[in-house]
């Protein structure tokens, strides 16, 4: 229980019943809370406190959720974990990710979703891609580049902190995956499970959260998704629109 403690959380959300609802949950289960109506309280809150995550609502007067998001990025201080939390379709899930978000929250939701989604993004990365892979037989999405230099410069894919975005070839639909990525000149790849949480067919582009990497590729992975200094979950695009594909197969 101790480390849970240690975890501070900002809640935002302009209705005060749900405010106060979301706040007396997170502090019955060990954390500490700080509560914000709107965006712009909440930047006077995170002056005095270092929060760990975030939960804000996107419509709200006075400031909502993405500017709050875009106004904590270009401090360029550090940025906490988030959960976008929208009952409408206020913004689409590649924009989430791309803006930082790691998970979407739709209105209405069950007290465990919001805990199981409060862990998983209080939870280090590296440590959850430990987890066991999953009995059940997923698609497999696979792609085979010359060396991870040649596809991050050709703009074939980039990393975020939470996973990858890639382009395609056959259309991709959202779900569960297991993946097998590798560069060949590198002897290396991305062995595990992922969820795809976005396609774009027109761009031939589609986004990965990684779940689960088998262990001799967890180390590496991890540093590589360190680096990302966008601060996206899962970048909406890789650099180079005009590279000669590489194309992922999905079987």
């Known amino acids: 229980m101790k480390e849970v403690e240690t975890k501070t959380i900002l809640v935002v959300e302009d209705e005060p019943l749900l405010l106060e609802v979301i706040s007396e949950l997170m502090q019955r289960e060990g954390y500490r809370v700080l509560a914000a109506e709107n965006g712009a309280v909440a930047l006077d ?14 419509r709200m007067p006075v400031m909502d959720g993405v500017t709050l998001i875009k106004a904590i990025k270009a ?4 940025f906490p974990n988030v959960v976008l939390v929208t009952g409408y379709s206020d913004i689409s899930n590649r924009d989430a990710y ?11 939701y069950e007290h465990e979703d919001v805990m199981a989604l409060v862990r998983r993004s209080l939870t280090d990365r590296e440590e959850l891609w430990r987890l066991p892979r999953q009995t059940e037989k997923f698609p497999i999405l696979q792609a085979v580049f010359d060396s991870l ?11 975020g902190r939470g996973g990858f975005c890639a382009r395609m070839r056959e259309e991709v639909g959202e779900g569960r995956v297991s993946l097998e990525v590798k560069f060949e000149a590198d002897q290396r790849g991305i062995i595990g499970e992922g969820i795809v949480r976005w ?8 986004g990965v959260e990684i779940t689960s990497l088998a262990d001799p590729c967890r180390d590496w992975v991890a540093k590589l998704s360190a680096q990302n200094r966008t601060w996206s979950f899962i970048p ?5 629109a005009h590279a000669v594909p590489q194309w992922l197969d999905f079987h």
């Open 199 to 206: 396609v774009e067919t027109r761009e031939q582009m589609i």
């Open 236 to 240: 909406r695009a890789a650099r180079a």
């Open 149 to 159: 230099p040649t596809a991050l410069c050709g703009g074939l894919l980039a990393f």
């Open 98 to 108: 791309d803006l930082g978000a790691g998970g979407l929250l739709p209105k209405p």
């Open 75 to 78: 401090q360029g201080t550090y």
């Open 45 to 58: 809150r995170m002056k005095s406190a270092r929060v760990d995550l975030i939960i804000s609502d996107i």
